[in-house]
Nanobody, 118 residues
Framework: QVQLVESGGGLVHSGGSLRLSCAASGFTFTNYVMSWYRQAPGKERELVATITNTGDSTNYTDSVKGRFTISRDDAKKTVYLQMDSLTPEDTAVYYC???????????WGQGTQVTVSS
């Protein structure tokens, strides 16, 4: 069955770092664009970062540029989000997302909580 399993969330002080992982199974990982989204309480879900299926291009929302890095390891079928210089504004549930390049299929992970204390 198709699964996206996130891990690596937790509580961190302002200025600290976390690395989120998303382990994929049940589909051809190399055919999918991978993304990280986040949703804070009372706010709409927002796209944080995206990496192409080939890993040759990435995109970030302006608020995380220079602080977050998305990457993928096709051998491990895992996508990562390295988060540095975290602030309380980064507190949210972070979700892993996979989308077939032509848009026929998409999958969501269960989410992992990231809490940044001031």
């Amino acid at each position: 069955q198709v699964q996206l399993v996130e891990s690596g969330g937790g509580l961190v002080h302002s200025g600290g770092s976390l690395r989120l992982s998303c382990a994929a199974s049940g589909f051809t990982f190399t055919n999918y664009v991978m993304s990280w989204y986040r949703q804070a309480p009372g706010k709409e879900r927002e796209l944080v970062a995206t990496i192409t299926n080939t890993g040759d291009s990435t995109n970030y929302t302006d608020s995380v540029k220079g602080r977050f890095t998305i990457s993928r390891d096709d051998a491990k079928k895992t996508v990562y989000l390295q988060m540095d210089s975290l602030t309380p504004e980064d507190t949210a549930v972070y979700y892993c997302h996979a989308e077939l390049r032509i848009g026929l299929f998409e999958y969501w992970g269960q989410g992992t909580q990231v809490t940044v204390s001031s």
